[in-house]
């Protein structure tokens, strides 16, 4: 029988009232009704669907309580990647940051700068997309570029609006946000968990994780979850502002939760003074929090600016004083890692700090070890900053029983008595083995394949250590020799979990210049400047071939890492491993080389576009600048050379004639260039 139209408009209807309840409740923290109206309501539209299961819609008030359980989750690829933000521990840090962003801006120290301010929330970074207003998907951050797909779970959180209100968002809409627990609702999981004799977490951040992380989506509706957005990632069709925090306040009309102790704050001294506000507020607030973030407000200004690695340049975390806690150095151990630094590990006697259980520190180097002073049975201050690795902060001396020794460098390396060498002028002392040394050697293959250089999933640490130890991986070309059978020998294996792993060597040999030059493990080579010299040379043959100064031509590239790449590339055994990776099928797309040199007509010229030209788009116009060796910024100042202004052109061009800057059309420019 079918449903009439005055039932479907009845449970409309009753929706509708039933998400702007929640807006007011959950968003605007500005209840109209009382809860006894609000779950009258709900009882209603529950019961209308019950009548008539065709009414009932994935993006339902009632379709809170998820799916049945999953035996797995799935993996989402981030269109775009979720980032990690650079830490700042101190004021002086956060002004070295500030002061950064104006030089990369080209803006003085007097100029006006607007960060948009907002606590840094302890929980779990979630990935929320929208098509036409409706949740499709909810995803972790996991590294970045893929997350787990938990979207039965974060329909069970009542703070997530399955479907978006109000009008103008855009069609794809991909919203970034902190779920978390509550402390009240933390502390109230917790007393349940233990008069019912169960497990109790350890703080909310792990909770929020926990909770976000359960198979059964039932068992996350159990818990008091709640979420703030923070972010936008992909938004396409439709328009958005052009400023951060007015993005964030559109979000919340529609319908997504944001923290009400966001800010917008002038230059470094707004920062400082929010900071200190939230600190003086920590304990009041309804939520944890380890930090404040402070993100540059314009997003013109931060297209400037840009990333570097994972991290953009435009935003920053500014951590709270460290945790610290007091215990006992039960020994202290000298690891060896995959370029051969030798680094002292204190064992303690285990203490809780920050949330979790330490039970090792680092202590960077011999001559930070020296600095500090540690010995064996020493009571030191161990502190823990979020997520950095816990470090002994310092010994108390009055503690220090007596017959204690100084620690000293091993002459020998501990896990294959070769030399221990310490060049001068380096802090860090190193097995001088390579990749002879067994632990080098194993360090260097876990890093060829982690994600972020081959990515061979299901390759974990203890297969490496199993392959290295019987001498079955010498060189990452080893990997792509093993078979199958062999695999499925070796301890905790199976055939499935053997040809699972062989389906992910196969899809590593196809990757990028840039995660192949990463994953050779050059010391000082990191992923950005993998990237730089991957873009700027566009072939590995070009790269082996580049001289010192060549390297140095490169963005991001000094005197230290050009001698690195180099000395790596003359290497005849990182040839010949290299060549067998290639024979072995490793592949990458290749390009031209970037040129960009003091040959470019406009070398040493810096440009500002503005407004609407007639025949290219502005990023046209900055890629013609930058191929011809000019400079494209985005603010004009007193080291402007060219305004280049088309229809619209605004405050800038108003800048640049009182500057007395010299302004071009779109013709002028071409015919600049063709000079």
């Given at each position: 029988m079918s449903v009439s139209i005055a039932t479907r408009k009845k449970a409309e209807s009753l929706r509708d009232q039933i998400r702007h309840h929640n807006h007011r409740y959950h968003v605007l923290d500005d209840p109209e009704i009382p809860d006894a109206e609000y779950d009258r309501l709900l009882r209603e539209l529950v019961a209308l669907e019950a009548e008539h299961a065709e009414l009932v819609s994935a993006d339902s008030p009632t379709q809170r309580v998820g799916d049945t359980p999953l035996s797995a989750f799935g993996t989402v690829q981030h269109e775009l990647p979720m980032l990690s933000l650079g830490n700042a521990f101190s004021e002086d840090e956060l002004r070295d940051f500030h002061r950064r962003v104006l030089d990369r801006l080209e803006l003085d120290d007097q100029a006006e700068l607007i960060y948009a301010a907002e606590p840094k929330l302890d929980g779990a970074a979630v990935s929320l997309m929208y098509e036409n207003g409706v949740l499709a998907r909810g995803a972790t951050r996991g590294d970045g570029t893929k997350g787990e797909d938990i979207t039965h779970n974060v329909r069970t959180i009542e703070a997530v609006p399955l479907r978006l209100i109000g009008k103008g968002y855009p069609a794809r809409l991909e919203v970034r946000g902190e779920v978390f627990m509550p402390k009240a609702g933390f502390e109230a999981y917790n007393a349940k968990a233990r008069a019912a004799g169960e497990k109790t977490f350890v703080n909310p951040r792990n909770a929020a994780a926990g909770s976000l992380r359960q198979l059964d989506p039932k068992l996350t509706a159990e818990r008091p979850l709640d979420m703030y957005a923070y972010s936008i990632g992909v938004a396409a069709g439709g328009h958005l502002p052009t400023r951060h925090s007015e993005i964030i306040d559109r979000l919340r009309d529609w319908g997504i939760k944001v923290c009400p102790e966001r800010c917008v704050v002038n230059g470094v001294e707004g920062c400082l003074a929010f900071y200190r506000s939230m600190g003086e507020r920590r304990n009041e607030l309804s939520y944890e929090m380890d930090g404040v973030v402070y993100k540059v407000d314009s997003l013109q200004m931060q297209a400037e600016l840009g990333f570097v690695s994972r991290a953009p340049r435009w935003a920053i975390a500014h951590k709270f004083p460290a945790q610290e806690e007091l215990t006992v150095v039960e020994d202290v151990e000298f690891q060896v890692g995959r370029t051969g630094a030798v680094t002292?590990?204190?064992?303690?006697?285990?203490v809780f700090v920050g949330g979790v259980t330490v039970s090792n520190a680092t202590l960077h180097n011999i001559e930070e070890l020296h600095r500090k002073d540690v010995r064996i049975g020493d009571t030191v201050i161990v502190r823990r900053a979020g997520d950095v690795i816990p470090e002994v902060a310092s010994v108390i001396l009055d503690r220090r029983p007596k017959g204690t020794r100084r620690i000293q460098l091993p002459k020998n390396c501990p896990v294959c008595n070769s030399h221990v060498v310490r060049e001068e002028g380096e802090a860090v002392a190193r097995c001088t083995a390579g990749v002879f040394c067994a632990a080098q050697r194993t360090e260097a293959l876990k890093?060829?394949?982690s994600r972020r250089a081959l990515d061979i999933e299901g390759f974990?640490?203890?297969l490496v250590e199993q392959l290295v130890a019987t001498d079955r991986l010498k060189t990452p070309a080893d990997i792509f020799q093993l078979s199958s059978g062999e695999l499925a020998e070796l301890d905790r294996m199976g055939k499935k979990s053997a040809d699972n792993l062989m389906r992910s060597i196969q899809a590593s040999k196809s990757t990028t210049l840039a995660r192949f030059l990463f994953a050779l493990g050059i010391?000082?080579?990191?992923?950005?400047?993998a990237?730089?010299?991957?873009?700027?040379?566009?072939s590995l043959d070009n790269v082996v071939a580049a001289t010192e100064q060549d390297l140095q031509s490169v963005r991001d590239v000094g005197p230290v890492v050009a001698t690195r790449v180099k000395s790596f590339f003359a290497e005849a055994h990182n040839l010949e491993v290299i060549a067998r990776l290639r024979e072995y099928g490793v592949v990458w797309p290749e390009s031209d080389p970037?040129?960009?040199t003091e040959d470019g007509v406009l070398f040493g010229k810096t440009f500002v576009?503005?407004?609407?030209?007639?025949t290219m788009t502005r990023d046209a116009a900055k890629d013609l600048i930058q191929s011809a060796a000019g400079k494209v910024t985005s603010s004009i100042s007193a080291k402007t050379d060219y305004l280049v202004a088309g229809e619209k052109a605004g405050s800038k061009l108003s800048k640049a004639e009182k500057l007395k800057v010299a302004i071009l059309d779109e013709a002028a420019l071409l015919d600049l260039i063709s000079r």
């Amino acid at each position: 029988m079918s449903v009439s139209i005055a039932t479907r408009k009845k449970a409309e209807s009753l929706r509708d009232q039933i998400r702007h309840h929640n807006h007011r409740y959950h968003v605007l923290d500005d209840p109209e009704i009382p809860d006894a109206e609000y779950d009258r309501l709900l009882r209603e539209l529950v019961a209308l669907e019950a009548e008539h299961a065709e009414l009932v819609s994935a993006d339902s008030p009632t379709q809170r309580v998820g799916d049945t359980p999953l035996s797995a989750f799935g993996t989402v690829q981030h269109e775009l990647p979720m980032l990690s933000l650079g830490n700042a521990f101190s004021e002086d840090e956060l002004r070295d940051f500030h002061r950064r962003v104006l030089d990369r801006l080209e803006l003085d120290d007097q100029a006006e700068l607007i960060y948009a301010a907002e606590p840094k929330l302890d929980g779990a970074a979630v990935s929320l997309m929208y098509e036409n207003g409706v949740l499709a998907r909810g995803a972790t951050r996991g590294d970045g570029t893929k997350g787990e797909d938990i979207t039965h779970n974060v329909r069970t959180i009542e703070a997530v609006p399955l479907r978006l209100i109000g009008k103008g968002y855009p069609a794809r809409l991909e919203v970034r946000g902190e779920v978390f627990m509550p402390k009240a609702g933390f502390e109230a999981y917790n007393a349940k968990a233990r008069a019912a004799g169960e497990k109790t977490f350890v703080n909310p951040r792990n909770a929020a994780a926990g909770s976000l992380r359960q198979l059964d989506p039932k068992l996350t509706a159990e818990r008091p979850l709640d979420m703030y957005a923070y972010s936008i990632g992909v938004a396409a069709g439709g328009h958005l502002p052009t400023r951060h925090s007015e993005i964030i306040d559109r979000l919340r009309d529609w319908g997504i939760k944001v923290c009400p102790e966001r800010c917008v704050v002038n230059g470094v001294e707004g920062c400082l003074a929010f900071y200190r506000s939230m600190g003086e507020r920590r304990n009041e607030l309804s939520y944890e929090m380890d930090g404040v973030v402070y993100k540059v407000d314009s997003l013109q200004m931060q297209a400037e600016l840009g990333f570097v690695s994972r991290a953009p340049r435009w935003a920053i975390a500014h951590k709270f004083p460290a945790q610290e806690e007091l215990t006992v150095v039960e020994d202290v151990e000298f690891q060896v890692g995959r370029t051969g630094a030798v680094t002292p590990v204190a064992r303690l006697k285990p203490v809780f700090v920050g949330g979790v259980t330490v039970s090792n520190a680092t202590l960077h180097n011999i001559e930070e070890l020296h600095r500090k002073d540690v010995r064996i049975g020493d009571t030191v201050i161990v502190r823990r900053a979020g997520d950095v690795i816990p470090e002994v902060a310092s010994v108390i001396l009055d503690r220090r029983p007596k017959g204690t020794r100084r620690i000293q460098l091993p002459k020998n390396c501990p896990v294959c008595n070769s030399h221990v060498v310490r060049e001068e002028g380096e802090a860090v002392a190193r097995c001088t083995a390579g990749v002879f040394c067994a632990a080098q050697r194993t360090e260097a293959l876990k890093h060829f394949v982690s994600r972020r250089a081959l990515d061979i999933e299901g390759f974990g640490a203890k297969l490496v250590e199993q392959l290295v130890a019987t001498d079955r991986l010498k060189t990452p070309a080893d990997i792509f020799q093993l078979s199958s059978g062999e695999l499925a020998e070796l301890d905790r294996m199976g055939k499935k979990s053997a040809d699972n792993l062989m389906r992910s060597i196969q899809a590593s040999k196809s990757t990028t210049l840039a995660r192949f030059l990463f994953a050779l493990g050059i010391r000082e080579v990191g992923e950005a400047t993998a990237a730089s010299i991957a873009a700027h040379f566009g072939s590995l043959d070009n790269v082996v071939a580049a001289t010192e100064q060549d390297l140095q031509s490169v963005r991001d590239v000094g005197p230290v890492v050009a001698t690195r790449v180099k000395s790596f590339f003359a290497e005849a055994h990182n040839l010949e491993v290299i060549a067998r990776l290639r024979e072995y099928g490793v592949v990458w797309p290749e390009s031209d080389p970037i040129e960009a040199t003091e040959d470019g007509v406009l070398f040493g010229k810096t440009f500002v576009i503005t407004g609407t030209l007639p025949t290219m788009t502005r990023d046209a116009a900055k890629d013609l600048i930058q191929s011809a060796a000019g400079k494209v910024t985005s603010s004009i100042s007193a080291k402007t050379d060219y305004l280049v202004a088309g229809e619209k052109a605004g405050s800038k061009l108003s800048k640049a004639e009182k500057l007395k800057v010299a302004i071009l059309d779109e013709a002028a420019l071409l015919d600049l260039i063709s000079r």
